[in-house]
């Protein structure tokens, strides 16, 4: 069968789920549409920011004069954790339900309102890493899931160009990453090592898939990704979870995420959308020596700054379905020209 050509399904391996490819109805009828669509230029500080340092939140509270990354509790919060309310669960068997308890925070990366990830420094970007790691730390002793992730561009909802992410912690494991819990485990019980070290080391192989690297960390788009430029952010070295990275290897890691994002940037020349997040082994008291960490990157951009995909009809009510294949979509990553970096720049 020719994959590059004739419509075929791929098996992601950490959800189960399958996604369905149809390359022959991209035959590469486009060549990375640049449009005539100006970054929005944002002052250094907004006196109307409920985010900038020093301003005024919408529940009232004022941030302080943060120089760096600066974590609160979320003013409205999706997850509570009241230690008081009833923990009795919905008796029928067709109405489950059950009590969550958890809490939710908020992470401005930089005091600067003008600025992305993806235009920071590497310095920058590792203090917001080591603000991701102390957290989960923090917040993975009373709580078995943490979950760090960004929505970046109104495209992905977010309403504040502030550069900005969230944490959400809670007492039971949510649905996605118990998916890949179980998918890892029973590849690890089957055949006594990771399933996504044993994935990244096919990969390094093939190259196909492969964006960048260092000589810690990897950016794939995965066999079986669902997004256009959907790509996962793998170490090559073992560990579970977040709080199992060294110094030096938070720094590589800012290293590679600096890469990924500026050739997000400058595929279409915007500010890249995208949904972003980290998935690790979940605190629940053991090693996970089944994990691995990783995380990953879901943009909504399709041709241009302003054509998009979207989750409908077939794939609503089927299963997920994209034409430009994830060879293909690695190519164009891989092919942005980035400016002139340091000597250990990724490749």
Not at 56 to 67: E, L, T, V
Not at 94 to 100: A, D, G
Not at 231 to 245: C, E, G, N, V
């Amino acid at each position: 069968m020719n994959y590059e050509q004739q419509p075929h399904r791929r098996r992601n391996l950490l959800t189960g789920e399958w996604v369905i490819c149809s390359p022959h109805r991209a035959a590469r009828p486009w060549q990375g549409q640049l449009e005539d669509t100006a970054r929005s230029k944002r002052p250094q500080h907004d006196p109307a920011c409920y985010l900038c340092a020093g301003n005024a939140r919408s529940g009232g509270k004022r941030n302080p004069d943060y120089q760096d990354t600066f974590v609160f509790e979320n003013d409205f919060r999706a997850l509570l954790d009241d230690e008081g309310h009833d923990e009795g669960d919905e008796k029928h068997p067709l109405l489950c339900s059950k009590l969550i308890r958890g809490t939710c925070r908020v992470v401005c990366f930089s005091p600067r309102h003008d600025l992305t990830l993806a235009q920071m420094s590497e310095a920058e970007i590792s203090k917001v890493v080591q603000t991701w790691i102390d957290q989960t730390s923090e917040l993975g002793q009373k709580y078995c899931w943490v979950q760090v992730f960004e929505n970046k561009g109104a495209a992905m909802g977010c309403s504040n160009p502030h550069p900005h992410g969230q944490i959400w912690a809670m007492d039971d494991v949510p649905t996605v990453p118990n998916l890949e819990d179980e998918n890892q485990f029973d590849y690890y019980r089957r055949n006594g090592s990771v399933l996504l070290s044993d994935y990244l080391e096919t990969e390094l192989k093939v190259e196909e898939r492969l964006v960048c690297l260092n000589d810690d960390w990897a950016v794939l788009v995965p066999y079986w990704a669902v997004w256009p430029f959907e790509t996962i952010l793998l170490p090559r070295f073992k560990a579970s979870r977040l709080t199992d990275l060294s110094f030096a290897r938070v720094d590589s890691l800012s290293n590679i995420l600096r890469n990924l994002l500026r050739r997000y940037d400058g595929l279409f020349n915007v500010d890249f959308p995208y949904s972003m997040g980290w998935h690790g082994a979940p605190f629940d008291g053991t090693a996970g020596e089944h994990w691995q960490v990783h995380a990953h990157f879901y943009p909504p951009l399709l041709r241009s700054a302003s054509v998009r995909k979207f989750m409908v009809g077939f794939e609503m009510l089927g299963e997920s379905q994209r034409d430009i294949t994830p060879e293909l979509a690695a190519e164009r990553l891989r092919g942005v020209e980035l400016e002139a970096a340091s000597g250990k720049d990724c490749i």
